[in-house]
């Protein structure tokens, strides 16, 4: 059975720092993309970062570049995201997801490519 847990979510003042976890089971992880997506209320579900399998690279949205950084370790089939100089409007549910369509080349930003999602983890930044 496929799996993705995210954890790591919480309350942080502006300009905080937290890391996300997302521990995958039941698939060979180095042969999906996994992404993290965000949905604040009353807003669509959006990609903030991806890691590309196989080591094919990292991709972010340009609201986090330069705070957020994506990174897996295949060893343990998690992928985490750290999230320095956190802003208001940072505030959201995180979600991580997998994908297997051109795994080592797309960074897919259409929610609907992804074939597993976790729960999501609430990430709440206040000013």
């Known amino acids: 059975e496929v799996q993705l847990v995210e954890s790591g979510g919480g309350l942080v003042q502006a300009g905080g720092s937290l890391r996300l976890s997302c521990a995958a089971s039941?698939?060979?992880?180095?042969?999906?993309?996994i992404s993290w997506f965000r949905q604040a209320p009353g807003k669509e579900r959006a990609l903030v970062s991806c890691?590309?399998?196989?080591?094919?690279?990292?991709h972010y949205a340009d609201s986090v570049k330069g705070r957020f950084t994506i990174s897996a370790d295949n060893a343990k089939n998690t992928v985490y995201l750290q999230m320095d100089s956190l802003r208001s409007e940072d505030t959201a549910v995180y979600y991580c997801a997998a994908a297997t369509d051109n795994p080592y080349i797309s960074c897919h930003s259409d929610k609907f490519v992804y074939e597993y999602w976790g729960r999501g983890t609430q990430v709440t930044v206040s000013s």
């Open positions: 890691s590309l399998g196989g080591g094919g690279g990292r």
């Open positions: 039941g698939f060979t992880f180095d042969d999906y993309v």
